[in-house]
C-alpha cells in the first residue's frame, strides 16, 4: 500500500497541542508528513507546551524526527520561503492539507489568494486543485470578518473544522479534550484512529 503523503501546517493561533497531537498520530499512522511551522507558531508553542523547540529550521527537524522517532523520509520540516517543496506545485503536492490550528491572519491570506509564504501557497494549491483542505480555527468570538472568510472557503471547497471539543463522551483531562478535535481530523483524513468512538459506538 502507498504510503500517505499529508501536509501540516501550525500556524499561530492558540492550540499548538492540536497542531502536535496531530503530528503525533500522523506519523503513528505512518504518514509522510511535509509540516511548515509559520514563525508565529514557534513563539506559541515555546510558550504553551513543555517543548524547547530550536531556533534554527534545520535544529527543529531533526528535534522533531528524534521527538517522533521517525527519519527524514516520514517527516520533513519546510521553509516558508521553500518555493520548490512539493506543496507548492500542483504537480506534485499531497493530496491532503490540514492546517490546524489555523490563524484568523492565516485564513484570511488564503481566502484572498496571498500567497505570501509557503502555508498560504500550499493552500492555494489545495484549492485551484480542488484537493482537500481541512482548516482548524482556534478563535473566539468570530468577527464578520472572521465568518466571511470561513464561509468564502467553505464555498471554494475547503473544510472548517473548529478546535470545539464535544464533552458528550465526559472527558477526564485536557488530554482527551485534544484528543476529540485530532479524532475528528483524521476520520476527516479517512486515516483510522481509536482516540475517540464515534457516535453510538461503545
Given at each position: 500500500m502507498k504510503q500517505r503523503t499529508i501536509t501540516l501546517a501550525i500556524t499561530g493561533a492558540s492550540g499548538a497541542q492540536y497542531g502536535l497531537r496531530l503530528l503525533e498520530c500522523l506519523l503513528a499512522a505512518e504518514?509522510?508528513?511535509?509540516?511548515?511551522i509559520s514563525s508565529a507558531a514557534q513563539v506559541v508553542?515555546?510558550?504553551?507546551?513543555?517543548?524547547?523547540?530550536?531556533e534554527e529550521a534545520e535544529d527543529q527537524e531533526a528535534f522533531l524526527q528524534r521527538l517522533f522517532n521517525v527519519d527524514e523520509e516520514q517527516l520533513?520540516?519546510?521553509?516558508?520561503d521553500d518555493w520548490f517543496a512539493p506543496p507548492a506545485s500542483g504537480s506534485s503536492s499531497?493530496?491532503?492539507?490540514v492546517i490546524c490550528p489555523a490563524s484568523g491572519g492565516t485564513i484570511s491570506a488564503i481566502a484572498h489568494g496571498a500567497s505570501n509564504n509557503l502555508i498560504e501557497r500550499a493552500a492555494d494549491v489545495a484549492?485551484?486543485?480542488r484537493r482537500q483542505l481541512i482548516l482548524v480555527p482556534r478563535e473566539t468570538p468570530y468577527s464578520q470578518i472572521h465568518l466571511?472568510?470561513?464561509l468564502k472557503l467553505t464555498q471554494m471547497g475547503a473544510m472548517i473544522l473548529p478546535a470545539s471539543p464535544g464533552f458528550y463522551m465526559q472527558p477526564?483531562?485536557?488530554?482527551?479534550?485534544?484528543d476529540f478535535i485530532v479524532a475528528r481530523i483524521l476520520d476527516q483524513l479517512g486515516i483510522e484512529q481509536d482516540l475517540m468512538p464515534r457516535w453510538g459506538e461503545s
Open positions: 504518514c509522510k508528513v511535509y509540516l511548515l508553542i515555546r510558550t504553551e507546551t513543555d517543548l524547547d523547540l530550536p520533513q520540516l519546510l521553509a516558508k499531497p493530496s491532503s492539507m484549492l485551484k486543485e466571511e472568510n470561513m477526564q483531562n485536557i488530554n482527551e479534550l485534544i
